[in-house]
């Protein structure tokens, strides 16, 4: 197991609502990034948290928002929900900002929007 | 921004055979190249990954080799075992840690 703990594991929702979903890095890891993976598709850059700044966004809008706590785990809100907004959220985490290092991922937040 | 395109998208082979996956990215700054291995309802597990100044890694029955100057890379897999059976994701990250990811290979390996 890589440490990368992501709540809740499943979530449904219905269009127009909004949504939190939680990351706890690895123990040791100050860098978290979010992604959003389609069903059958490889996993979307959403954005990157170093030391509880956003440090890089995707191509994602801005009801697409996050924050990191000083222990570095992290929060991604979505406003708004639309039906596209369905799939499976990953977070991954690693342990330096800057330095091309691994990221080891959670095992997601499958979220359905109805 | 980076665009990582990734082939093919299924791949079966016969037990024992070779596996070769191809990628290629579009930003001259991208310089880590992962590889995450994704079995059905699980989170991507990272496999093996290369960095802009090696031009090949391997581990075991895993290697991975670059080409900065074609900017494309590519993963091979000897003799493959069923368990090998996943779906795989070649990504490339650049300077600012902005990591994009191919669409994916689902490879079958038949016993």
């Known amino acids: 197991e890589t440490g990368v703990t992501q709540s809740p594991t499943h979530l449904i929702k219905t269009r127009g609502q909004q949504v939190t979903l939680r990351c706890s890095s690895q123990s040791g890891h100050n860098t978290v990034s979010w992604y959003q993976q389609a069903l059958g598709q490889g996993p979307q850059f959403i954005f990157q948290y170093y030391r509880e700044e956003e440090n890089g966004r995707g191509n994602f809008p801005p009801r697409f928002s996050g924050l990191q706590f000083p222990n570095y785990s992290s929060e991604l809100n979505v406003n708004a929900l639309e039906l596209d907004d369905s799939a499976l959220y990953l977070c991954a985490s690693s342990p330096k900002q800057g330095l091309n290092t691994e990221a080891f991922f959670g095992q997601g937040t499958r979220l359905t929007v109805v | 921004g980076e665009n990582v395109e990734q082939h093919p998208s299924t791949l079966s082979v016969q037990e024992g055979d070779s596996a070769v996956i191809k990628c290629t990215y579009s930003d001259s700054a991208s310089n880590y190249f992962p590889w995450y291995k994704q079995e059905l309802g699980k989170r991507p597990q990272l496999i093996i990954d290369i960095r802009s100044n090696v031009g090949e890694k391997k581990d075991q029955r895993i290697a991975v080799t670059l080409n900065k100057t074609a900017k494309h890379f590519s993963l091979h897999i000897t003799e493959t075992q069923p368990e090998d059976s996943a779906v795989y994701f070649c990504?490339?990250?650049?300077?600012?840690?902005?990591?994009?990811f191919g669409a994916g290979t689902r490879l079958t390996v038949k016993p």
């Open positions: 990504a490339a990250m650049d300077w600012n840690n902005d990591m994009r």
